[in-house]
């Protein structure tokens, strides 16, 4: 199982396709690994076995099994990402991804076109009522999971925006069909004996934390988090803000005094994430100090854009310091080295 003992140095990115993947594998290699990133969560757009006609990618089981054999001659922790609730849109955002695409059964708010963008509709999501859904995501899961020969599996679940609408969620509560939603996929992970990881953003209340409606949530789902029965705190939460929020950040104190691994994750401007994490670090040792029950488990970078070999020429250009630009490939680079000492002390106060 995954070794919590160890602090989390994680990077998270896109990945499309086969060239994709031998960028980052070159990205790790050349400089990630030498800068101390021990975990890797790779949001892979998938060619599905299982259903081809499902994919969302070129990433094949072959790309996913080679990422998983240089993770671990490095010794790095290998987590897949597949989105799950939200985030069931293409290009543009009323477009569903193929599953939903395909069913559109599955689709919470099928009243918009397929060429609707913001603020039309933010991303599909799909029915937390309609178990259906299951049939063809959980072998989907599974073959990732399988090709990865992961410990852990992330299953996204962030800024969900449409849920409680159709007819049959209506007159449910958001929060409910939420934590539901949460349970249903951590057990499948557990019957296999997978750990689950997840964004936190729909477990905070937006309004009184000072965060925005996507690192918070505005639409009924944040009271989820006191569900223990179902929102369990064995799941490792990725609390990710990229604004600067002068006040501090209340969410890592949140998921760690409600008993969770919390790893803060952070964007390309340094300045946001340099003040985000000092805040998290105060919130490591208040947890020693007070004996909180959770920990603060790391850090993780992210990147939002499918990697190419143009794309990581220049955010290696950034990561050894050489002059790269202001583009968001440099600003990703940059953001990892102005970090990058602090979280090697990080894992010297554990």
């Given at each position: 199982?995954?070794?919590?003992?160890?602090?989390v140095?994680?990077?998270?990115?896109?990945?499309?396709?086969?060239?994709?993947?031998?960028?980052?594998?070159?990205?790790?290699?050349?400089?990630?690994?030498?800068?101390?990133?021990?975990?890797?969560?790779?949001?892979?757009r998938?060619?599905?076995?299982?259903?081809?006609?499902?994919?969302?990618?070129?990433?094949?089981?072959?790309?996913?099994?080679?990422?998983?054999?240089?993770?671990?001659?490095?010794?790095?922790?290998?987590?897949?990402?597949?989105?799950?609730?939200?985030?069931?849109?293409?290009?543009?955002?009323?477009?569903?991804?193929?599953?939903?695409?395909?069913?559109?059964?599955?689709?919470?708010?099928?009243?918009?076109?397929?060429?609707?963008?913001?603020?039309?509709?933010?991303?599909?999501?799909?029915c937390?009522s309609?178990?259906?859904?299951?049939?063809?995501?959980?072998?989907?899961?599974?073959?990732?999971?399988?090709?990865?020969?992961?410990?852990?599996?992330?299953?996204?679940l962030?800024?969900?925006?449409?849920?409680?609408?159709?007819?049959?969620?209506?007159?449910?509560?958001?929060?409910?069909?939420?934590a539901?939603?949460?349970?249903?996929?951590h057990?499948?992970?557990?019957?296999?004996?997978?750990?689950?990881?997840?964004?936190?953003?729909?477990l905070?209340?937006?309004?009184?934390?000072?965060?925005?409606?996507?690192?918070?949530?505005?639409?009924?789902?944040?009271?989820?988090?006191?569900?223990?029965?179902?929102?369990?705190?064995?799941?490792?939460?990725?609390?990710?803000?990229?604004?600067?929020?002068?006040?501090?950040?209340?969410?890592v104190?949140?998921?760690?005094?409600?008993g969770?691994?919390?790893?803060?994750?952070?964007?390309?401007?340094?300045?946001?994430?340099?003040?985000?994490?000092?805040?998290?670090?105060?919130?490591?040792?208040?947890?020693?100090?007070?004996?909180?029950?959770?920990?603060?488990?790391?850090?993780?970078?992210?990147?939002?854009?499918?990697?190419?070999?143009?794309?990581?020429?220049?955010?290696?250009?950034?990561?050894?310091?050489?002059?790269?630009?202001?583009?968001?490939?440099?600003?990703?680079?940059?953001?990892?080295?102005?970090?990058?000492?602090?979280?090697?002390?990080?894992?010297?106060?554990?």
């Amino acid at each position: 199982m995954f070794d919590r003992s160890i602090p989390v140095i994680g990077f998270h990115t896109l990945v499309d396709s086969h060239e994709g993947i031998e960028a980052l594998i070159r990205l790790m290699e050349e400089a990630l690994i030498p800068k101390g990133v021990n975990t890797l969560i790779a949001e892979m757009r998938y060619e599905f076995r299982c259903f081809p006609e499902y994919s969302s990618g070129k990433v094949t089981y072959e790309d996913a099994s080679r990422l998983a054999d240089v993770c671990e001659k490095h010794g790095v922790r290998l987590i897949p990402l597949l989105p799950s609730l939200g985030h069931q849109s293409a290009s543009p955002a009323g477009t569903p991804l193929p599953l939903l695409e395909k069913h559109p059964e599955f689709i919470e708010n099928p009243n918009v076109s397929k060429d609707a963008t913001w603020p039309e509709i933010y991303h599909h999501s799909w029915c937390a009522s309609n178990d259906g859904i299951y049939e063809y995501f959980f072998p989907m899961m599974d073959e990732i999971a399988e090709a990865t020969r992961c410990e852990v599996f992330h299953v996204g679940l962030d800024e969900v925006f449409d849920i409680g609408m159709c007819p049959r969620c209506k007159d449910k509560s958001p929060a409910e069909l939420f934590a539901r939603t949460v349970k249903i996929l951590h057990d499948h992970l557990a019957e296999k004996g997978l750990e689950m990881m997840m964004w936190g953003d729909r477990l905070l209340d937006s309004i009184s934390m000072g965060y925005q409606m996507w690192e918070g949530d505005r639409f009924g789902m944040h009271p989820a988090l006191h569900m223990k029965d179902m929102v369990t705190r064995d799941i490792m939460i990725c609390d990710w803000h990229y604004d600067l929020h002068s006040a501090g950040y209340p969410s890592v104190e949140t998921f760690i005094k409600e008993g969770f691994f919390v790893m803060p994750s952070v964007f390309h401007v340094a300045d946001n994430a340099e003040h985000f994490w000092t805040h998290a670090l105060e919130a490591h040792y208040l947890t020693k100090r007070y004996n909180w029950p959770g920990r603060c488990g790391g850090i993780v970078f992210t990147n939002w854009t499918c990697l190419t070999n143009e794309y990581v020429d220049n955010m290696l250009k950034a990561l050894r310091g050489e002059e790269a630009g202001d583009d968001l490939d440099a600003m990703v680079g940059k953001v990892i080295v102005r970090l990058e000492a602090r979280a090697r002390k990080f894992k010297q106060w554990n």
